[in-house]
């Protein structure tokens, strides 16, 4: 958190998203651990499911609504009206849902601009978690609306290969990346051999990843 409040000291980002290379490498856990930890500080949080190929949230944090960021872009409902409060993380919380039409040309629309401007005058920090950047174009495509943007790594198990392909799509499409956080530590392994990255991630997430472009 840190980190974050520290990547520019003239003005805290607002807007912060998160990404990973590949799926199940923490950045879910981390961007509600950001969450709750922002609400700690009396800000006025929203955690907005951006990864709406892969829903989890109402999962996660036993969530009632089913209605959320689709339903206000398409004018169903009020920013105001979607949002669920919730009272583990004490954060309003906008739900993902199933799109019929591109993910990616949902967050390059105007109208995911306009929420975005809306939430920045609503709340004092905006936390979307987005797709993995290897699967999807989705998070390169929010990214251009964030002041700041978190590359989740797990530890001992991302292959180091693809926190570099990663990397490399973001920085050739403008994008800086503000910093990594590396998820799922061991800390009595990292006490003993040291932080290293693992090898052959994408092969286990081959068929995982199929969910994402069958979404």
């Known amino acids: 958190r840190t980190s974050i409040v520290m990547s520019n000291v003239d003005q805290m980002p607002q ?3 998160l990404t990973s290379s590949l799926p199940d490498e923490g950045k879910t856990t981390t961007a509600i651990a950001l969450a709750q930890n922002f609400t700690g500080l009396g800000k006025r949080v929203l955690l907005i499911e951006g990864d ?3 829903r989890v949230f109402r999962d996660y944090l036993d969530l009632k609504k089913t209605k959320g960021l ?6 169903q409902m009020e920013l105001s009206q979607a949002v ?3 009272y583990l993380i004490d954060a309003d919380v906008l739900v993902g ?3 019929a039409m591109n993910a990616a040309d949902v967050f390059s629309s105007a109208r995911f601009r306009n929420l975005i401007a809306e939430a920045r005058r609503a709340y004092d920090v905006v936390i979307i978690d987005t797709p993995p950047v290897l699967l999807v174009p989705d998070a390169r495509v929010v990214a ?3 002041d700041a943007v978190i590359y989740a790594v797990q530890w001992n198990a991302t292959a180091k290969r693809d926190v570099i392909a990663g990397l490399r799509l973001m920085t050739d499409g403008g994008i800086r990346v503000t910093g990594l956080a590396l998820t799922r530590i061991d800390v009595k392994k990292l006490k003993r051999f040291g932080a290293t990255f693992g090898y052959g ?3 286990a997430h081959k068929k995982y990843a199929r969910t994402y472009h069958e979404a």
């Open 15 to 17: 807007v912060i998203m």
């Open 52 to 54: 709406i190929r892969h």
């Open 70 to 75: 689709l339903a206000v872009l398409s004018g």
């Open 84 to 86: 669920e409060r919730n």
């Open 97 to 99: 849902e199933r799109a």
């Open 144 to 146: 251009k609306l964030a």
């Open 201 to 203: 991630a994408y092969g």
